[in-house]
């Protein structure tokens, strides 16, 4: 095992895992990545959103406020990706890390489509739409766009997911971390 692990998580199949792993990835993964691309004020948008419950997981209409504050998310994530990128940014686009950093890691990826297929069982596309707005968010990071470097988004959103472990574990016994080897 490498100290560049990342853990991942297998939590148990409750309605309150889903709502706090959907939560975390609406209302605080997609503002970390949101905040990378440059899009504040989107990132408080979705950071306003009332939290994601069991309650609201059981009667999946109760989330469309988050699926249109998503959709709306998304439209601008794209409207900027039109935009020819101003010539300074273009020049920025090189990157120091050897290899190339990606701004979100592979297995928060995972993590992200998991939770999305989860709560797309339960009727709501929120979570799918929230992960489309991270890679998104991540592309405008990757292609220089952004606020921040790929570098520093990866910090941020591996810090965050971090977060999430140790509030899972705190919050519920019965998750289990396993460490994986990176890809």
């Known amino acids: 095992m490498t100290t560049r692990a990342i853990p991942l998580l297998t939590v148990p199949a409750t309605d309150e895992a889903a709502a706090t792993l959907a939560d975390w990835l609406v209302r605080s993964l997609v503002p970390t990545v949101l905040d990378g691309a440059g899009m504040v004020e989107?990132?408080?948008?979705?950071?306003?959103?009332?939290?994601?419950t069991a309650r609201r997981l059981a009667r999946p209409r109760r989330l469309r406020g988050h699926e249109?504050?998503?959709?709306?998310?998304i439209a601008l994530i794209e409207g900027q990706l039109r935009q020819p990128p101003p010539?300074?940014?273009a020049a920025m686009?090189?990157?120091f890390a050897d290899p190339p950093v990606r701004p979100i890691p592979d297995e928060i990826c995972d993590v992200a489509a998991h939770i999305a297929g989860t709560i797309a069982d339960a009727g709501s596309p929120a979570a799918a739409l929230a992960n489309r707005a991270l890679?998104?968010?991540?592309?405008?990071v990757d292609a220089?766009?952004?606020?921040?470097?790929p570098e520093h988004l990866h910090a941020q959103v591996t810090?965050?997911?971090c977060s999430l472990l140790t509030y899972l574990w705190h919050t519920d016994p019965e998750t289990q971390i396993h460490l994986t080897t990176p890809r």
Do not use: K, M, W
């Open 87 to 89: 010539p300074v940014a």
């Open 159 to 161: 810090e965050s997911y």
């Open 144 to 149: 220089g766009l952004g606020a921040t470097a």
């Open 68 to 73: 249109r504050q998503l959709h709306e998310t």
């Open 135 to 140: 890679h998104l968010g991540a592309v405008v």
């Open 93 to 95: 686009v090189t990157s």
């Open 42 to 52: 989107a990132a408080d948008d979705l950071c306003a959103l009332a939290p994601i």
